[in-house]
Every structure is written in structure tokens, then in C-alpha cells.
């Protein structure tokens, strides 16, 4: 059973200028984990945090870092909740997630699926 779809796109030019301007910003919005990455691929990851709060229905409080989106051995994206995302899921029946990332030219979009 589906709980909940996001999807979400990132300027990822716009983004990388945010990064630049306010140095404290990817500490807020990655773990450490996610900071290491190129900055289409933290746009990239970005868009996938907004896509999981949408699937959750956008509820309050939910924090940047306890979502972390990371890759399988394979390549492909996965997502690890802990802390409020984790507890709003739980909340909802949500029993695993479904992550798809692209980026291309200057855009970047993730869609994350909420299983139930």
C-alpha cells in the first residue's frame, strides 16, 4: 500500500550559490555522510528531503537531519530515517521507502514513494 508520493526539483545552480553564501547551510541540511558529494548530487539529495516531506504530508517539525539518503553497493539510492522523520513514519505505517534521484543540465529531481 502506497502512504504517500513526493517529488521535488532543485535549481541545482541557484542551490550551489545558496551553499556558497551561507557557509553554515549544509551542515544544516546534510549529514556528514551527504556533505562529502559534488553539489548537483547534494541538490540531488536536497530534492529528495523535500520529496520525503511531502510524501509524509509536510507535517511540522520534521528535521533536514534525520533523514540521510545514501547508495547501495549498486549505486542506488536508499533512505535512512532516525528522530522525527522516523517517528512521523512510524505514525503513518510506513514500512520502507522507494528513492529515485536524477540530475541533468542544471535541474535535479527526486521522487520518493512511502510504503505502507
Known amino acids: ?4 508520493v513526493g517529488i521535488d526539483v ?3 545552480g541557484r542551490f550551489e550559490r545558496a551553499l556558497r ?3 553554515g ?3 544544516r541540511l546534510f549529514t556528514e555522510a551527504e556533505r562529502g558529494r559534488s553539489p548537483r548530487s547534494l541538490a540531488a539529495r536536497f530534492a529528495a528531503k ?3 516531506a511531502k510524501a509524509l504530508g509536510a507535517p511540522p517539525g520534521l528535521r533536514w537531519l534525520d533523514a540521510e ?4 553497493s549498486g549505486g542506488r539510492p536508499t533512505l535512512e530515517t532516525r ?5 512521523v513514519a512510524e505514525r503513518l505505517g510506513v514500512r520502507g521507502w522507494h528513492v529515485s534521484l536524477s ?3 542544471d535541474v535535479a529531481v527526486a521522487v520518493v514513494v512511502a510504503e505502507g
Open 25 to 27: 547551510l549544509a551542515t
Open 69 to 72: 539518503i545514501r547508495s547501495d
Open 83 to 87: 528522530g522525527t522523520v522516523a517517528s
Open 103 to 105: 540530475h541533468d543540465g
Open 50 to 52: 523535500e520529496a520525503l
Open 21 to 23: 553564501r551561507t557557509p
Open 10 to 12: 532543485v535549481d541545482v
Open 1 to 4: 500500500m502506497i502512504v504517500g
